[in-house]
């Protein structure tokens, strides 16, 4: 890993996770350092516009339930939830499923999915490429005018 990726992480560990109630003061290295990864898959926000808030519920219960609340700008509220009787495991758990979400909503505003934000076609590229070929125009009177010339020279 090179010295500006770990200089993102650490920006991203401190300033965009919050760690929320059911965790002990302990703990809280270790959450950030698990969920310091979502990094790479939030990326390409800026990180003063970001907000990913992990809390902890039923804690030392038979399944502690870990929620990932994550705003982003232009995205609704993403909310991941996993149940496990581990932490590190149901963070995980949260983590993926959030990652999960993440993927979703990208894929559903990407122009090969959405056909308003679609702008060049196959469709349209081989109409282009058909009318390329095709010249001259097969046109009959088009092409009985191309032809005038050559006959009259007989």
Do not use: C, Y
């Not at 990180?47 to 804690?59: A, K």
């Not at 502690?64 to 991941?80: F, H, N, S, Y």
């Not at 122009?111 to 009959?140: F, Q």
């Amino acid at each position: 890993m090179s010295k500006s990726d770990d200089r993102q992480r650490i920006t991203f560990r401190e300033n965009v996770i919050h760690v929320g109630v059911g965790f002990a003061a302990k703990e809280r290295p270790h959450v950030r350092e698990a969920l310091s990864t979502l990094a790479s898959h939030l990326g390409r926000w800026d990180p003063r516009d970001l907000d990913v808030e992990v809390t902890l519920q039923d804690r030392g219960g038979k399944e502690q339930r870990v929620t990932l609340r994550t705003m982003l700008p232009g995205l609704p509220q993403l909310i991941a939830v996993a149940e496990s009787p581990d932490i590190t495991h149901a963070l995980t758990e949260a983590k993926r499923e959030l990652i999960r979400q993440l993927e979703h909503q990208k894929s559903a505003r990407e122009p090969m999915n959405n056909r308003r934000l679609r702008r060049a076609t196959i469709r349209r590229d081989r109409a282009r490429a058909s009318k390329l070929e095709t010249w001259p125009h097969p046109d009959t009177r088009h092409f009985e005018l191309n032809q005038r010339p050559a006959d009259a020279g007989r």
